[in-house]
């Protein structure tokens, strides 16, 4: 299958040729249609692939301690060593995934095959998704329509945790994709919504959504503005969903707050923080956790193990069964905001230039012919042994770091290795010279060429 990656060690996005994944107890394995790629994230993880050493470790000062550390602690040749390997292990692109199931895992009832679903899976023609992540896609809901499911769902935890009422003035700080989506759900909700951006072209596509938009630079100031807009009270809660690195930001949106007023981080800005701002008038500041509750909690995520509802309302999946609802029922229109489909064979048109996209949202669209193979040839080397060949079950940081190198020194001949997602597999392939890269083990205990 062909799937997007991106190189933090060259810089390179790519499309590789990769096995399918198998699907695993407790998830659905689907069948791509469409994806939706977030300029905002992807656009940061693209740039960070392509900066030099010194710029990544300028960017990541808390990677650059732990560096320091561990070379106090093991010396330097194998810090350096460790840095590099995991360089050299290509990130999956994209988390906003629709398709059609195509087989489930052990234990999962809601999804069967040939459902329509949304998840957070990869820019891959094949994903297998754990259930918690996986919605159901209303009949009448189109591909790319459901495929702003998951990215909604971040400014709806955003709004979530803002917790607006009926006729609050809310702000919207960034109308980017998440700002747009954000300033439109609240004014599905009842709220009288103010949103301002450094793009024109977002802050007219607001307007027509209803929302009260402005561009700071045209000589309105967002404190100003926002106080002639609410009788001098401020704004009952601000939204931030821009990424810059400026403190200014955080700074105004505490001055255009009224008092006991609420500010949820969505984005990424500067946080330096001026206590007298939020101390005098009592403010509450909180940063957005991703879909919602349930993000980055493995018994949630990869065990199926649900929150209870009636005490954890609105988890990931439910937010994400909501956004559907919303475009469903019109609450939430999103195909206005398309600004491209291209097919995956072309993602350069997307990606090529992605630091200066002025896009609102670009599709992926897939091939509706391609096949699970869950084996790749990587090399056309031919292996010639009379002892036998080796086959590999597992590509993680022993086989890495302590099994291959190992190998490699004794010249053994290695025929496939094996891995769960085929990426670090096939990352592992082509370092060494290793015929087949596969996600399906019987494959080696199959070979009679291994032994």
């Keep these: 299958m062909k799937q997007i990656l991106q190189s933090f060690k060259t ?6 040729e990769l096995p399918a994944p198998k699907v695993k107890s407790g998830q659905v394995l689907i069948k791509t249609t469409r994806s939706l790629v977030s300029l905002g994230t992807e656009r940061m993880l693209v740039e960070f692939g392509k900066a030099s050493l010194i710029q990544k ?14 070379i106090k602690a093991e010396g330097l040749m194998p810090t350096l060593e460790a840095v590099f390997n995991k360089l050299e292990q290509p990130l999956p692109l994209g988390y906003c995934n629709v398709g059609k199931v195509i087989a489930v895992g052990k234990g ?36 790319e ?25 809310i702000v919207v700080v960034g109308l980017g994709l998440i700002g747009l989506l954000t300033a439109e759900m609240l004014v599905a909700n009842g709220c009288k919504v103010i949103g301002y951006d450094l793009d024109d072209k977002k802050v007219a596509i607001a307007k027509e959504k209803g929302i009260i938009a402005f561009n700071p630079l045209k000589g309105n100031d967002p404190v100003k503005f926002v106080l002639e807009n609410t009788n001098n009270i401020g704004a009952d809660g601000v939204i931030i969903s821009a990424s810059a690195k400026t403190n200014e930001i955080i700074a105004q949106t505490a001055q255009m707050s009224r008092k006991r007023g609420r500010i949820v981080l969505v984005g990424v800005i500067g946080l330096n923080i001026s206590r007298a701002d939020f101390y005098e008038k009592e403010l509450s500041f909180q940063v957005s956790c991703s879909y919602g509750p349930g993000r980055y909690d493995d018994d949630y995520e990869f065990k199926g193990i649900d929150y209870p509802l009636p005490f954890v309302r609105w988890t990931e ?60 040839k990587v090399t056309d080397k031919v292996i010639v042994n009379k002892s036998g060949s080796i086959g590999l079950i597992g590509a993680g940081n022993f086989t890495k770091m302590t099994l291959l190198p190992a190998l490699k020194g004794s010249n053994a001949p290695i025929k496939h290795i094996v891995s769960s997602g085929g990426v670090n597999g096939t990352a592992l392939a082509k370092k060494h010279g290793i015929a087949q890269s596969t996600t399906d083990y019987d494959v080696v205990l199959d070979d009679d060429d291994v032994s």
């Design 108 to 143: 999962v009832t809601d999804f069967k095959v040939g459902d329509r679903v949304a998840s957070n899976g990869q820019h891959a023609e094949f994903v297998s998704v754990p259930q918690n992540l996986v919605a159901h896609i209303p009949d009448n809901v189109s591909d």
């Design 57 to 70: 470790a300028r960017q990541q000062p808390d990677k650059v301690k732990m560096v320091l550390d561990k």
């Design 11 to 16: 810089g390179i996005t790519e499309l590789a």
């Design 317 to 376: 999946k439910r937010n994400f069964e909501t956004v559907l609802q919303l475009i469903s029922s019109d609450k939430l229109g999103v195909e206005e905001l398309i600004s491209e489909v291209v097919s995956l064979d072309d993602f350069e048109k997307i990606y090529g230039d992605i630091g200066n996209s002025k896009s609102i949202a670009s599709i992926i669209k897939y091939d509706e012919n391609s096949i699970p193979e869950s084996t790749v």
């Design 145 to 169: 329509a459901a495929a702003f499911t998951v990215i909604g769902s971040i400014g709806l935890q955003g709004i979530r945790l803002v917790q607006p009422t009926m006729g609050e003035t």
